[in-house]
C-alpha cells in the first residue's frame, strides 16, 4: 500500500494551517493561523471560505460531531463542529459556519477537543493543565484533572468511559468513576504531542518530540517503537478500522500497518504535518501542513492474494487482478471509490460507496452487483458458500450470487468496533464477540440470523481477545477457537444438544491462530513455536491422543512477533514484523487423510497410514475413527501406535451384541458418561445403564436408576457390599442402608438374572 498525495499549486491558507476534519468522504474542513475556516470539495476540487475568525482567534483543533447511524439512511455529514483556540475558548460551530456558541474553557490556548463516540460529551485539554468534560450543548461536567505540564493531546477510550492525555513524556488513562485510578506511564523520552485510540483494535498510538512513534495496549504494554525519525512526530492518526495509521512529521508523511511496520513514505515540501484526519470510510486523510498546504492522500496498491491470485487496488476505482500461473491479466473498473476488498473462497467481493461487486475468480466480466444501504462498509468477511458486510447500521450476510440471507443482531450491538479478530463465518454458523461484556461471544445461524440452540450465547471465564470458526465438515461438529485475554487458547463446541458446552483448553501462549479453508486443521504461533493441530477434535475422542497429533517447530526463523495470516492447504502464510511475508509448509497427508475420512473411505486411509509410516498420521486416524465409531479402523490404528490397553477396550466392544450399548461405550471411551447413559436410557438398556454406573462407582445413581425402574435393586446393593468388603469398610450411606434392610443378597440369583439380561441382549441383537 501507498500514498497518492494530492496538493495545490498555490496554499489557500496565507499563514500555517492546524486543523482538518472530514463531513463526509468527499468534504473537508481546514482551520489556519489566517482565522479562515474553509471548506473543501473534493469533486469538483472547489474551496470555499465558511468563516472568517476574530483577529485574536487562532485555531487549533477541529472535531466534528460524530454522525447517527440511522439504518437504512446513506451516510449524511455531520451538522457541528466544536474548534478550539488560542483564546482560551471552544467554539461549536455549524456546517454553513455560523459560531452556535463560544465558551470560556481554559487559561491559555485550548489545545484539543474531541467529541465522545457516542455525542454525549466533550473533553477539551488546555495549555493550564486541565482536562474538562462538557456536556454536548456546552456546559461544564467536570475537571477530570489538573496537571503542571500543558495537555498537548486528548483523546476518549473506546467506550467513552475513559480519557487518554498527554502529560510531558508520560501517558494518562483516566476513567469517568469519580473515585477510579488513573493509569500513567512513561511513554517517551520527549513531550509527547499527540495520541489517538483506536476504538476497533483499542491500541493506542503516541508520537512525540523524541522523533518516535510507538503504539501501546490499553495496560501501557509497549507493542512497537519506531526508530528516531529526522524530525518530531507532531501528528498521527488511525483509520477507523484500526488496520492501519498515519504519522505526521517535518517534510513526511507515512503509512504504517497497525504492527508498527511502514507501508509508505511521502517527503512532500509541506513543512510540519500538525493535523491528520482520515475520512470515515478510510480511503483517503488530509493533513495540515506548516506552509498552509492541505495534503490530501489516497489510499492504493493495497494486494491481496489467494492460491494462484494477486489482486491489486491500482487507483481509487480500479483493480488489476494477475492469475501468476498463467500470467493472465484482468483489469476491473468501478463507477465508485472502491472501499474494502476481500479474496478468498473462489470470490473476490468489492464494496464501493455505494455498491456491492462479487466477482468469481471463473468469470471476471459478469459480476453480481447490488446496492448497499450504507455508504460505509467497513468490514468483509467471506466462507466457502457466503460472505458477510459490517457497516455502522448493521452485520449482513449475503450469497455470492448476492441474495441477502440475514442480518443477525443483538442487544447493545456495535458494528463499528468488530474486525477480523471479533466476528467470525463459516457455512452455517456467525460468531461475534460482545464489545458491553468481552466474556461473551453471540452464536447465531448463518442462514436464518437467529440465535444458536436456546439463544443463550457463550460465556467464556475470560475477555476474549480472538475467536475463530472452524471452516469445514457438518454443522454439528462446528467448533469455536476462543484466544482470551491471557492468550490461552480454547475450543468449545458451537451447538450443543442438552448437555453442558464442553470447553477445552490447547494451548497457552497464542499469538495469532488460522483455521484451514479445506478441513479442519488448526494452525498457531505460540510463544516462540509453530504448531499444527492436525485433528483438533481428538481433544473431545481421547485427551490423551491430543499431544500425537500436533506438529511444532521453532518459529524463530520469523522473527520476533509474526502475524499468521492465512492457512490454505498444505502452506502457511506468515507476515513478520518487518513486513515481509513468509511462506510455510506443512505435511499434504494429514488434509488427504481428513479427506478420505469426510468422504468415509476408512480403508484408503488405513493405506494412507501404512504407506507413510508416521505416528502423528496414525494418531490421527485413530482419533477419527473413534469418532466415527469405525472400531474395526480404531483397531487398527490404536495397534500401529502401541495403545494396547485401548485396543483391548476396542475388541470388547466389538463383542456386544447391540448397536446402541456398542454407541455407549464408544461415547464412555471418549469420556463422554453423560452421553454413554442417555444412549443407553433411550435403548432402554436399563441394566446395562445400571452395570455401566456400578462399574464407575457412581453407586448412588446406580441405585436411584435401579429404584426407579424397579429393577436389580439387588445387585446394585450386592456389588456395593462386595466392593465395601475388599476395602474394609462399613456401609455409612442411608439409602443404602435403608434399601438393605429388606433384602437378601443371594449371589446366585443375581448371577443368573445378569446372564438373563444379556441373553436378551443378545436375542435382540441378533434379531437386527
Known sequence: MKFKTTLQKEPKHTEIATCVGWTTPDEVYSGSDDHQILRWNLLNNETVNTTKLPNDVYPTDIHWFPKSSGVGKKQGGSDLFVLTSTDGKFHLISRTGRVEKSVESHRGAVLAGRWSYDGTALVTAGEDGQVKIWSRSGMLRSTLTQNSTPVYSVVWGPDSDQILYTNG??????????????????????????????????LILSGAEDCKFKIWDCYGRQMYSSSSNDYPITSIAWTPDGECFAVGSFNTLRLCDKTGWSH???????????????????????????????????????????KNFEVTVSDRQTINVRNVVNDAKEKLDFRDRIIKVSLAFDHLVVATSSQCYVYS???????????????????????????????????????????????PKFQGMRTDILNTQTISLSNDTIAVRDKVDEKVIHLFEAQSGKPLGDGKP??????????????????????????????DLYLTSVRVFGAARKTVKLGTMIMSLAWNDTCNMLAALADGKFTVWYYPNAVYVDKALLPKTIFEKD?????????????LGNHVTIRRAEGS???????????????????TKWD?????????????????????????????????AYAAINEADKVQYILY??????????????????GNQQDAESILLQAGLIFRTIMMNIQLFNWARALELAVKHKTHVDSVLAFRKKFLDNCDKEETDKRFLQYSEGVDIDWEKIEQKIEMEFQKEREKGGRR
Open 169 to 202: 513524556r508520560q501517558l494518562v488513562i483516566k476513567p469517568l468513576q469519580a473515585n477510579a485510578k488513573p493509569s500513567t506511564w512513561k511513554a517517551h523520552d520527549g513531550v509527547i504531542l499527540k495520541v489517538d485510540w483506536n476504538p476497533a483494535n483499542n
Open 264 to 306: 509508505a513514505l511521502e517527503k512532500p515540501n509541506i513543512g510540519s504535518v500538525f493535523n491528520l484526519a482520515w475520512s470515515s470510510d478510510g480511503t483517503q486523510i488530509a493533513g495540515a501542513c506548516g506552509n498552509g498546504q492541505i495534503i490530501f492522500a489516497h489510499v492504493i496498491e493495497k494486494r491481496l492474494e489467494w
Open 361 to 407: 475468480v471463473r468469470n471476471w466480466n459478469t459480476p453480481m452487483i447490488f446496492d448497499l444501504k450504507e455508504g460505509g462498509v467497513t468490514l468483509i468477511v467471506q466462507a466457502e458458500k457466503h460472505f458477510l458486510l459490517v457497516d455502522n447500521a448493521g452485520i449482513y450476510v449475503y450469497s455470492y450470487e448476492g441474495r441477502m440471507v440475514c442480518s
Open 458 to 487: 457463550i460465556t467464556h471465564k475470560m475477555e476474549v481477545m480472538e475467536i475463530a470458526l472452524d471452516q469445514c465438515g457438518s454443522s454439528n461438529e462446528r467448533r469455536l477457537a476462543i484466544i482470551d485475554k491471557n492468550r
Open 555 to 567: 518459529a524463530s526463523e520469523f522473527g520476533k512477533n509474526p502475524q499468521l495470516l492465512n492457512f
Open 581 to 599: 511475508l513468509v511462506s510455510s509448509g506443512v505435511s499434504p497427508y494429514p488434509a488427504i487423510l481428513h479427506g478420505y475420512v469426510t468422504s
Open 604 to 636: 484408503d486411509a488405513v493405506r494412507l497410514c501404512r504407506f507413510v509410516k508416521d505416528e502423528t498420521l496414525w494418531s490421527c486416524m485413530a482419533a477419527m475413527a473413534a469418532y466415527a465409531k469405525d472400531l474395526s479402523t480404531a483397531e487398527v
Open 653 to 670: 466392544i466389538k463383542e456386544i451384541p447391540s448397536k446402541e450399548a456398542r454407541n455407549a461405550e464408544m461415547a464412555l471411551f471418549c
